[in-house]
């Protein structure tokens, strides 16, 4: 099994390193790391530090750095535009697309979302979205962590302008005829994928979007639920793009 995976904003720059805060309490007292253990450090942004526990604290591990690494990141760029969903269909969007790789996520206020992000209550959706992305993160080892934009929401004209400075953009939508195993996919810059909310997306947010340059595709002859389509899309393009 591989090592667990700790994210700190800052990789330890000597050989010797004390883990507390959040992360050293979860270590310690709820995943009951002890002397000897191999665990991996990241910051999220492709570093990290191989490290050995030397010592088990109340809420902290002392550690020695046996290697450092660095990731690079993927190209191109995935970009996901989420659909405000209701309950916590969201949250599992965000979970499952951050296992498979993307690398980024946008909530989107589509005309058709029946939870709007408004005031206080967006700002704590959205803060629940980053927590999830994080905890995914180190579930599937990523030494990236997905960004999560948004403040706390885009409209649908701030996505129409992302689709537009893409180097590729595509619509989930059960009505194209195209489909997303097919169609041509940029070496380099950013693909952006728009997934609607549980209503779809309207048709005048598909004309939108299409204006900006993208191209409407579907996955296959079934309609997949908002928070797991996403997930769908991403391992297409990451077997397409080589990554699986």
Not at 217 to 241: E, F, H, I, N, Q
């Amino acid at each position: 099994m591989s090592a667990s995976l700790f994210l700190v904003e800052s990789l330890p720059t000597a050989d010797q390193f004390t883990l507390d805060g959040p992360e050293g309490h979860h270590a310690a007292t709820v995943q009951r790391v002890h002397v000897g253990e191999e665990l991996l450090l990241a910051d999220g942004r492709g570093g990290t530090a191989a490290v050995v526990v030397t010592a088990v604290g109340r809420g902290t591990l002392d550690l020695t750095v046996t290697s450092r690494g660095y990731v690079d990141a993927d190209v191109p760029r995935l970009v996901v535009v989420q659909g405000i969903a209701k309950g916590d269909r969201g949250e599992l969007a965000v979970q499952a697309m951050t296992e498979v790789g993307v690398d980024e996520i946008v909530p989107w206020s589509a005309s058709r979302s029946v939870v709007q992000w408004r005031g206080d209550r967006g700002v704590r959706a959205r803060a629940k979205w980053v927590a999830t992305a994080r905890e995914a993160t180190k579930q599937a080892r990523r030494a990236r962590l997905p960004v999560i934009a948004g403040a706390p929401d885009e409209s649908t004209a701030a996505v129409a302008r992302r689709i537009a400075g893409a180097a590729a953009a595509f619509v989930l939508h059960e009505e194209a005829d195209e489909r997303l195993t097919t169609v041509v996919l940029p070496a380099t810059g950013e693909i952006v994928l728009v997934v609607g909310p549980e209503g779809g997306v309207a048709p005048t947010e598909l004309a939108t979007f299409t204006e900006a340059g993208a191209h409407p595709v579907r996955l296959g002859p079934t309609v997949l639920r908002t928070s797991t389509a996403g997930v769908a899309a991403l391992s297409v393009l990451a077997t397409r793009l080589s990554r699986w």
